[in-house]
């Protein structure tokens, strides 16, 4: 560990509003992308599933 | 010898159905992979590499920023060449990446410009200034949204393609701008201390974390562009006999 304790972690020195508001906005934003990429492939099998039932009903 | 294996994998990877089931091959030890070298990297980034002796623990930004900066570089040179595939060859699988590669490049350069504004301040006392590297830096970031724009406004997709193809393309240069920039113009951003030829002037402690980090984020976006890859291929071949079959089992 670079650090002496948790708090001292939590503080990075004087820095610590800069580098987790760093680390925070890019968490969010890099799991939100891979939530979207997901839920896209979700949506597309979904839709794809009701085309068929409608199809197969209308046989 | 190469020159064939080359050509087939061009053939192959140029099929949707065989690109999809080759990813639905790669991505379950895939993901797990970049997931484990990308928190790695930061983690030891974060808590275990020595403090700068001059910057403090504001320098433990860069294991964000360099992961991400160097992301929306390679994607963006993927796109162009995606773009150019696309263009002259028509190919099917060129058009299903050039929609793919953009959205997560797009948050890897805002991720970029973010953490270097937020980096700039401790450092150099302000969170933005128009020089070369910042500026062509945000004009990767347009580019990206520009690619992206144009293929939700044009119905068409083959259509879509080829115009943001185009675009694609016409923003290689910027990437070479972005990339020479700190060596052509003087800039207030530092030139680079990672290099793959010859000695890096970065501290070994604080370059191994680094490179792990990068190596994690770059998997991560290939996870990224292979998922919305394959939703994009089971869209486009919805009438096919292959995706009706999967789409019937469940998606499996």
Not at chain 2, 67 to 75: E, F, I, Q, V
Not at chain 2, 84 to 112: D, H, N, Q, T, Y
Not at chain 2, 142 to 153: E, K, R, S
Not at chain 2, 234 to 244: G, L
């Amino acid at each position: 560990m670079a650090f002496e304790s948790f708090a001292d972690f939590l503080a990075m020195g004087k820095h610590g509003f800069f580098v987790w508001t760093a680390y925070g906005i890019s968490a969010v934003l890099v799991i939100a992308n891979m939530v979207l990429a997901l839920r896209g492939q979700g949506k597309v099998r979904e839709t794809l599933a009701r085309q068929q039932r409608r199809a197969e009903v209308d046989e | 010898m190469v020159w064939q294996t080359i050509k087939r994998w061009y053939h192959m990877l140029g099929s949707p159905r065989y690109f999809h089931t080759f990813s639905s091959r790669v991505l379950p030890w895939l993901t797990p992979i970049a997931l484990i070298t990308l928190v790695t990297g930061l983690v030891w980034g974060l808590a275990f590499a020595p403090s700068d002796y001059q910057q403090g623990n504001s320098y433990r930004i860069i294991f964000i920023h360099v992961p991400a900066s160097s992301g929306a570089l390679m994607g963006y040179m993927a796109l162009g060449v995606s773009g150019l595939v696309a263009v002259v060859w028509r190919m099917k699988m060129a058009e299903v990446m050039l929609k793919a590669i953009a959205p997560f490049g797009a948050a890897l350069a805002a991720i970029s410009l973010i953490t270097g504004s937020l980096w700039g301040k401790p450092t150099w006392g302000t969170y933005w200034q128009w020089d070369a590297r910042m500026t062509s830096m945000l004009i990767l970031l347009f580019m990206y949204v520009g690619v992206i724009a144009l293929q939700n406004v044009i119905r068409e997709p083959r259509q879509a393609a080829r115009a943001a193809g185009l675009l694609a393309i016409v923003g290689v240069i910027n990437v070479v701008i972005v990339k020479y920039s700190v060596e052509w113009v003087q800039t207030l951003h530092q030139g680079s201390t990672l290099k793959l030829f010859g000695e890096s002037t970065i501290n070994p402690a604080m370059k191994y974390p680094l490179l792990i980090s990068m190596l994690g984020m770059w998997l991560l976006y290939a996870v990224n562009v292979l998922i919305r890859a394959r939703s994009e291929v089971e869209w486009r071949e919805r009438r096919s006999k292959w995706v009706q079959t999967l789409i019937r089992e469940g998606g499996k």
